[in-house]
């Protein structure tokens, strides 16, 4: 039954993944490499994606590849989610909605040799989704001037990884990742007063990786209270890709248009980060953690068309466009009996919080800064467990969260998102005796 639960399962999120929209439709995408995704998977979210410090066996936690060491020995862990969200952006006196859907990950995780634990699956990394316009008018001379912006695209992770215990309480891990992805860009702009049409049109591929270092340490402070404290590491380094720029000027009366390539070499370009994390939790009723990341997106040059000093413009790699990205998270997972005998008594209940800031930097001036809350369940599937920890029942995992992004004179969003995961434990590894 259960393994006709996961190909179902498996079988929706590959559905619903093929008509689901673009993850974002914020025009915040068209910045840097797009918004940047949630690596957090079901039970995390419900935290507002606190993890580096989680380490209890019963989830797959990539935030973290140090954690897969602590995966039990008979054990199989698969988990998948989706979202949706609706988005209200607000620009002075003008409100418009927005409504998304998105697969968001698919990983597993199994115990490989002893002291050793290893993971995979596919994950997010960025979205862009964005259409909008704006008219100017300038004069009765030179009329009114049109400008559409549109984008799609996002960069994605397929991984495997592997978390080891090296000495006792200390475990150290890596997730090694391919990456791939596209994006298309464009610009249109035309005016009432001319028959010409100028567009931008940006586009890049990338085919790459990336490798991800993890390391924790726990220490029991008692018979039921452990302290856990950890560190990752993500290797920056070049994206392999190429972004093109092409200048196309239409001139719509005569039909002829006239188009001028730019291409940067090595354009792209993944930062360092570091993430530090730390937490406290009481067997298997309480969970209280917390979270601090920062990526050295600052240290990057990004591609940009722009005048020169000469006042050529020119499509080139420039400073000064992107900014170190700092975020805080904290959060909690309580529940009242996890052996009681009452469902509601059996429940995970989670709580979090969370403030980031961001990675780009829009005409000079810093872009938005954004605040979140969270609130989610883990509602266990099965009464009734086959080992003494209660580490192996079947989760649904369900999670709401408010996001609010904004900065002053610019666009503000406000965001309600919905989490859904499921989390299945198979006991795969068992060695049955018979009597």
């Known amino acids: 039954m259960n393994k006709q639960i996961i190909c179902t399962a498996f079988a929706v999120v590959l559905a619903f993944s093929g008509y689901a929209q673009s993850g974002t439709n914020s ?12 690596q957090s998977q079901g039970f995390s979210r419900g935290m507002n994606g606190v993890g580096l410090a989680y380490r209890k066996g019963n989830a797959v936690n990539t935030l973290n590849p140090a954690s897969y060491s602590s995966i039990d020995s008979l054990t199989m ?29 698919l990983v597993g995780s199994f115990r490989l040799l002893p002291k050793v634990g290893a993971s995979f699956g596919v994950l997010p990394l960025s979205n862009i989704g964005y259409s909008y316009s704006s008219k100017t008018y300038l004069s009765d001379t030179y009329g009114t001037v049109s400008e559409t912006y549109s984008g799609s695209g996002g960069l994605h992770q397929a991984f495997i990884g592997l978390g080891w215990e090296a000495v006792k309480n200390l475990s150290v891990g890596a997730n090694v990742s391919y990456v791939w992805g596209t994006y298309e860009r464009s ?24 490798i991800k270092l993890g390391a924790q340490w726990a220490k029991p402070l008692n018979a039921t209270d452990v302290l856990t404290l950890g560190a990752t590491v993500g290797l920056g ?3 392999n890709s190429n972004p093109t720029c092409d200048i196309v000027n239409i001139n719509t009366q005569a039909a002829t248009s006239d188009t001028t390539r730019f291409v940067v070499d090595n354009g792209l370009k993944l930062p360092m980060s570091y993430g530090f994390g730390a937490s406290w939790s009481r067997g298997d009723k309480l969970f209280v ?20 000093a000469n006042g050529d413009m020119t499509y080139a790699l420039r400073s000064g466009l992107l900014k170190d990205r700092y975020k805080v998270n904290v959060g909690l997972d309580y529940v009242p009996s996890p052996s009681g005998q009452h469902m ?24 938005p800064k954004e605040l979140s809350v969270s609130a989610g369940f883990g509602i266990p599937l099965q009464r009734v467990t086959w080992n003494s920890r209660g580490h192996m029942r079947p989760l649904l995992n369900i999670s709401a969260q ?6 002053k004179d610019l666009i503000t969003e406000n965001t309600f998102r919905i989490n859904v995961g499921l989390t299945f434990n198979e006991r795969w590894f068992a060695k049955w005796k018979v009597e």
């Open 27 to 38: 025009p915040y995408s068209q910045y840097g490499i797009g918004v940047l995704s949630d």
């Open 77 to 105: 862990i698969f988990d998948v989610g989706l979202s949706g969200q609706i988005t209200n952006f607000k620009e002075g006196n003008t409100k418009i909605n927005a409504k998304n859907a998105n697969f968001e990950y």
């Open 344 to 367: 509601l008594g059996r429940v995970h209940y989670r709580f979090g919080a969370g403030y980031a800031t961001p990675y780009y930097y829009i005409n000079g001036k810093e872009g």
């Open 289 to 308: 953690g917390a979270d601090f990341t920062l990526e050295q997106w600052g240290k990057l040059d990004f591609p940009d068309y722009y005048k020169t």
């Open 237 to 239: 380094h070049d994206l």
């Open 402 to 407: 408010w996001a609010h992004t904004s900065a």
């Open 187 to 210: 610009v249109s702009t035309s005016s009432s007063s001319y028959v010409n049409t100028l567009s931008k049109d940006y586009t890049c591929n990338v085919n790459s990786y990336y």
